[in-house]
């Protein structure tokens, strides 16, 4: 197993350089009919909030390593092997790479800063712009907090938070994180307006505003024609930016496109400072497999909420009818990743 690994991670890396040309950075693809043990590349990327700055200019680290799976696909683990500081100075009022997806799409590793409303095309270190984008409904100057990319129909779904803007106090300001973006491989964009859908989502569970279900974690699957969701934050109450941080849910809902027929799965057992920030499907399962990161941020002083906050983030993996694979792991370094992707970096970046 670990001989494969180091041949199957780190041959594109020697070949990288010399006349060999870099192969192309492919969405991984299994055929769900194998049933010998798989072993995928993966990384994650972070966000580390008001941290990612170092003299002039902005970081985010990628981490990378493989997730193997036994034939059986009841026994999973995860090993990491490195991890490349992706750097830029492109910034907007002195914040920038809090990346909160990774997406591979024609063939490019994109990531989406959440504070900047830019889409990137990560290469050789660097974060390339490729879109940008404004909040709502398209109207508004400011940037799209961008959360969440998933492809349908070829095209990039580019989602925020889904939820009412409001005040650390709870008071409502805009409905502006509740729109989205489609974009096309040439870079085109149309805005759709994603109130209605939020709306009905979280209804499916008994939430209605004042109460909030706030997203990190969106994905469409092809195989079910259904869009699947993992809230990152959700509460019957109403919102409060002092203690949100301790609404992490543990659900996983799903609907068709209509958001008519929404089904609900609990994922292991309820930590309230957990929630999900990011997942994907694990190739060659159907869709039936989540690999998923949680993250918390937690102040170190309950009574100033919103300084000195420690950051953590863990790594599980289940089916979508709930049974879990491999309990949270935690990552142990400090910081939120927010973005996964099964990618394998050296034919990526
Ligand atoms: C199954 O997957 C493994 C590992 O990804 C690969 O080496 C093998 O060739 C595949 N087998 C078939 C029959 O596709
Ligand atoms: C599945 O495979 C793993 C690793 O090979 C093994 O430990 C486990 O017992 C197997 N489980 C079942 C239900 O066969
Ligand atoms: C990324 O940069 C940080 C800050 O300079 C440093 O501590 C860390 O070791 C770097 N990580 C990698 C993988 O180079
Ligand atoms: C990658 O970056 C290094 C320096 O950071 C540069 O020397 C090299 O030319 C770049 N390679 C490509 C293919 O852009
Ligand atoms: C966007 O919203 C603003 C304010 O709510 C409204 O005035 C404007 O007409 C809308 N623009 C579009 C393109 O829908």
Known sequence: MWLLLSIFLCAPFFLNGSEIKKPLCEVIQVDSKNNSDMLLPLAIITDMDSKTKQKDSWYSTLRYGALAFSQNRTASFIHWLGGVNITSNFNFNQKS?????LKIFNNRLLSVDDK?????WLRNGTAIPW???STGNGSSSSPFKGEWMTIRNNKLYLGSSGHELRT???EYLNDDEMYIRVISGNGGMRVEDWISRFVKLRRAVGISFPGYMIHEAVHWSDVH?????????ASKEPYNAATAYETGVNMLLSTSDCFCDTKVVYIGKHKPQRGFSAFQFIPGT?????VALKTSEVPADPTKPFVNKIFSTWITIFKIDGTVILEDQALEDGVKYEGIE???VFQCL
Do not use: C, H, Q
Not at 116 to 120: A, E, F, M, N, P
Not at 286 to 290: K, L, V
């Open 97 to 101: 790479m809090e990346m909160s997806d």
């Open 116 to 120: 900047i409303g830019v889409v990137y």
């Open 131 to 133: 879109v940008i984008s």
């Open 168 to 170: 650390f106090t709870g």
């Open 225 to 233: 024609k259904k869009w699947f969701f993992l809230p990152r934050y």
């Open 286 to 290: 159907n869709d039936e497999i989540i």
């Open 342 to 344: 099964f990618a394998n």
